[in-house]
């Protein structure tokens, strides 16, 4: 059994920062990507941004230079810190890693349940 679970979430007025957090626990023998995707009501989850396992990045090109994707293999975490942040980034943000549990021979994506991120004033 493997198992994301995101944190930080929150309501943030514009121009504010957030961080995202999201471990990884269970039978895990291997992390290869791990990434942030957002979605909202009507729309296709989207990816943010993803890390390898060596630490390569990509950004989606809304929010180059404003997000940061980090991850701690140690921990089994990634996090997404979030600067100058936007009405339009108001959505539920998932995190994501390509898996290998003990004893398998195989990659597999799993999926955090999502926090709401909210940007108002």
């Known amino acids: 059994q493997v198992q994301l679970v995101e944190s930080g979430g929150g309501l943030v007025q514009p121009g504010g920062s957030l961080r995202l957090s999201c471990a990884a626990s269970g039978s895990i023998a291997n992390i290869n990507a791990m990434a942030w995707y957002h979605q909202t009501p009507g729309k296709q989850r989207e990816l943010v941004a993803a890390i390898t396992s060596g630490g390569s990045t990509n950004y989606a090109d809304s929010v180059k230079g404003r997000f940061t994707i980090s991850r701690d293999n140690a921990k089994n975490a990634v996090y997404l810190q979030m600067n100058s942040l936007k009405p339009e980034d108001t959505a539920v943000y998932y995190c994501?890693?390509?898996?290998?549990?003990?004893?398998?021979?195989?990659?597999?994506?799993?999926w955090g349940q999502g926090t709401q991120v909210t940007v108002s004033s």
């Open positions: 994501s890693a390509q898996i290998r549990r003990v004893g398998a021979g195989g990659w597999i994506s799993y």
